[in-house]
């Protein structure tokens, strides 16, 4: 079943009531993260969601030859700095938009001349893109440590609020 982005933020924000008491505090839905497991890794061995439970994690949705992609970069690599020691886990996940972008080589190259240290995961058949619903790069979905979504973020800006979401996320129990 395909959902719209705009559809699966609606679902996210009405399954609210019905969410468990310490996510609905933290505006999270409670709705379970799809995984993220994918089956070529740049810069982890393989990564499940099950295994970061009482992690925060920021998945975010890019290609390399995306302009808006390019310009958050800067913003996920400090995020990833400044708050990996304190229970944060960002995951690239490398979802191509043009057949010249699903080629290992350039995204290795990329990674390593940008200097990204966290995982990213190769989606290049879209699985983990359409296990989360998505339809956008960039996109950063954040989750709690017990495995919700507690927030979706499409395109650029809006970094002052998801680094404010990061430390409270951070700072719950």
Not at 56 to 79: A, D, M
Not at 86 to 98: A, K, M, N, S
Not at 125 to 140: G, Q, S
Not at 161 to 173: D, G, S, V
Request: hydrophobic share 40%; glycine share 8%.
């Amino acid at each position: 079943m395909r959902m719209s982005v705009s559809g699966f933020v609606a679902m996210l924000f009405l399954t609210a009531a019905t969410a468990p008491a310490a996510a609905a505090a933290a505006g999270c839905t409670g709705t379970p993260a799809p995984d993220i497991a994918g089956k070529l890794w740049l810069n982890s061995e393989p990564l499940h969601l099950a295994q970061l439970r009482n992690k925060v994690v920021l998945v975010e949705f890019w290609t390399l030859g995306c302009s808006n992609c390019r310009n958050v970069e800067p913003y996920v690599k400090q995020w990833h700095a400044q708050y990996a020691g304190r229970g944060l886990v960002v995951v690239g996940v490398h979802t191509p938009e043009f057949d010249y972008e699903k080629d290992l080589r350039r995204v290795e190259e990329y990674v390593r001349t940008h200097g990204i240290r966290y995982p990213v995961v190769i989606d290049n058949d879209y699985v983990i893109w359409n296990r989360y619903a998505n339809r956008y790069w960039p996109a950063m979905y954040l989750i709690d440590k017990h495995g919700a979504i507690c927030s979706v973020h499409i395109g650029e800006g809006g970094y002052a609020e998801t680094e404010q979401k990061i430390r409270q996320l951070l700072a719950e129990r």
